[in-house]
């Protein structure tokens, strides 16, 4: 097992829109992308940011040798509640996850 942040070029994360946030996975190269992809199963990252699987959209972009997640905000961008207004702090969970490459 290894880290993901340690596999992969660069995790980013940022808003989508008031409602959506997106998590990138920029592998760096196409043999890189390729371990990554399967490894990343959908359920456990659905798991990793509690929200169910058939809420967070997958793109697998192998031109570019990314992967994108996107998922709902628990709480509407900019609201009281709301602890990250960008959305940058959601790549850390993914960056830390351990993945099997």
């Known amino acids: 097992m290894a880290r993901l942040g340690d596999v992969v070029l660069k995790v980013r994360s940022k808003n989508a829109g008031p409602f959506w946030v997106t998590v990138d996975v920029f592998c760096g190269s196409p043999e890189v992308y390729a371990k990554v992809v399967p490894a990343l199963a959908t359920g456990e990252v659905a798991a990793l940011y509690r929200v169910e699987p058939q809420h967070l959209k997958r793109f697998d972009i192998e031109d570019l040798s990314v992967i994108?997640?996107?998922?709902?905000?628990?709480?509407?961008?900019?609201?009281?509640?709301?602890?990250?207004?960008?959305?940058?702090?959601?790549?850390?969970?993914l960056e830390e996850a351990d993945v099997r490459v």
């Open 68 to 93: 994108k997640f996107s998922l709902p905000r628990p709480v509407v961008q900019g609201s009281r509640d709301d602890r990250d207004m960008h959305g940058a702090q959601w790549a850390v969970l």
